[in-house]
């Protein structure tokens, strides 16, 4: 009976990927077995005849070395559970209001920019269901304190309140360390203080705010905690926090590459909590890689907090961000991909790059582009803008399927910044497509310029759809309008 070219491409791969291990674990036992001197029986019987006390110290010595090795060894962590803010319909900002609103604020933005404004939202990869906060709903805009403070209390604590509801086990005094980030408000006291004092932590809770990283700060928070909890006593708990705060941010000028951010950018946020327990977990982290690309100046000021020349101050996106991006996953997988390709993908890549050397000068040879879904059930791209995705998907040769999560989740929700990956990994579990032991890969970027991967195995699928997706998973995937190539958006 024939076999068909799936299965033949399956057993290649398991034989190609164990091969090495089974040869090196033959070769050492043959060897041992040629040149051991002493039989085994030999052994046996000279360990019967030592005196009781040195074997009884024999044995404690050995457990004592045990337990160095395990107390020295880094513990697995665990993603126990997250939770996302869920925004109300009264905060939905459809197209037909932000053009109303732009018309009525004459004073602010001339029609030329809200012509250029309406375009990009049109081709934005946004939907009629995105939400902002209340300060966006008044003219002009509410950019206070107060009303950015209102704003971080609203997601904030929603999103906290959704986790903690979904472990009824931990409590929040059960919490040791807790992480939040939001990239450019950052008021006094922190939003870490505001969280301590909401939920009424621990006073010896170790607790850290992380600003200015932009989109990526929420793996990035991720990386912290898991360096936390590998040296942590166990059953260590970390909390997350990841936000970004849009009230205050409000860019009221006319230059078009700052006004990119008030298209995209939508009120979000998430939580998570992660231990070194596997008691209750539904992910285990696998692998966290970070790559920074400021020592370049067109990285570094490729997102950019700035005033335009009339004094206005807001975020200025490059225009080749989705290349930068490009260039920075670029890097950012060579550190990665070996961590986590089978070992056939990995051979492909040797045997190009060897092609190339021995050809130089000759001919041309294209490397071999890893397939990265031998490695990965699922793919959560940064939603920060089509182009983005764009890039990231003909970069790696990703299906409309395999990005599905990410597009989506800019239609529904928009660009929430650092949140973006949660509502992602939300939206594969809504559908019911997560299971036992599937490998999911995060991927985000943000403004220095970096890009972080996460891989995650999951331990246990969500039981239900209660999240973000709840009352709109069954509508999607929608289908997403056409656009012409030479007009992209980035964020």
């Known amino acids: 009976m024939g076999s068909s070219p799936h299965v033949i491409m399956m057993v290649s791969r398991l034989v190609v990927d164990n091969f090495l291990g089974v040869f090196a674990v033959a070769v050492a036992a043959a060897v041992v077995g040629k040149a051991w001197p002493v039989r ?22 050995a457990a004592a070395l045990e337990k160095m090795r395990r107390m020295r060894r880094l513990r697995d962590v665990y993603l126990v559970e997250y939770g996302c803010f869920r925004p109300k319909p009264c905060y939905r900002t459809p197209f037909a209001t932000c053009l109303e609103h732009a018309h009525l604020m004459p ?8 012509a250029f404004a309406m375009r990009l939202l049109e081709r934005s990869g946004l939907g009629e269901e995105t939400c902002v906060p209340d300060a966006y709903h008044y003219m002009p805009p509410d950019r206070s304190l107060k009303a950015s403070r209102d704003e971080a209390e609203l997601v904030i604590f929603a999103a906290v309140d959704d986790v903690f509801a979904k472990t009824a086990a931990i409590k929040p005094a059960d919490i040791d360390v807790l992480i939040v980030n939001c990239s450019i408000f950052t008021p006094v006291p922190v939003f870490a203080d505001m969280v301590v004092n909401k939920y009424k932590l621990r006073s010896d809770v170790k607790i850290m705010n992380l600003s200015g990283m932009g989109c990526s700060a929420g793996l990035v928070s991720v990386g912290l905690a898991r360096k936390i909890l590998q040296v942590a006593p166990a059953g260590t708990r970390v909390l997350i926090v990841s936000t970004e705060i849009l009230s ?11 006004l990119l951010p008030n298209c995209l950018f939508r ?31 067109a990285d570094y000021r490729c997102v950019f907090q700035e005033e ?31 961590l986590v390709l089978p070992a056939t993908e990995q051979l492909l ?30 793919i959560c791209i940064h939603a920060g803008g089509r182009g983005v995705i764009d890039e990231v998907q003909d970069g790696l040769g990703l299906s409309d399927d ?16 650092s949140s973006s990956v949660l509502y992602e990994l939300a939206y594969l579990e809504a559908k019911g ?11 985000s970027f943000g403004a220095g310029f970096d890009c972080n991967s996460v891989s995650w195995e999951c331990v246990k699928p969500a039981g239900d759809a209660d999240g973000p997706w709840a009352e709109c998973v069954a509508r999607y995937p929608v289908q997403l309008p056409e656009i012409d190539k030479d007009i992209k958006e980035e964020s």
């Open 40 to 61: 085994l029986e030999e052994i046996l019987e000279q360990m019967l005849a030592l005196p009781r006390v040195y074997v009884f110290m024999a044995v404690i010595l």
């Open 107 to 114: 004073y602010l933005v001339d029609e030329e920019s809200v």
């Open 248 to 258: 205050s941010q409000y860019y009221v000028g006319t230059e078009r590459a700052m």
């Open 267 to 297: 009120m979000g946020a998430a939580a998570m909590i992660l231990s070194n327990s596997p008691s209750e977990a539904r992910f285990r982290l696998r692998r966290v890689v970070r790559t920074v690309t400021a020592a370049r100046d």
């Open 308 to 338: 335009d020349d009339k004094g206005n101050t807001g975020i200025r996106l490059s225009k080749d961000l989705a290349t930068t991006a490009g260039y920075a996953l670029k890097n950012n997988i060579a550190a990665f991909g070996p």
């Open 349 to 378: 890549v040797a045997l190009s790059l060897l092609k190339r050397r021995l050809l130089r000068g000759r001919a041309k040879v294209r490397l071999y582009r890893p397939d990265f879904r031998t490695a990965f059930e699922h």
């Open 402 to 417: 395999d990005v599905e999560a990410s597009r989506m989740t800019l239609h529904r929700f928009g660009n929430t910044s």
């Open 433 to 443: 497509r997560m299971k036992k032991d599937d490998r999911v890969w995060m991927i």
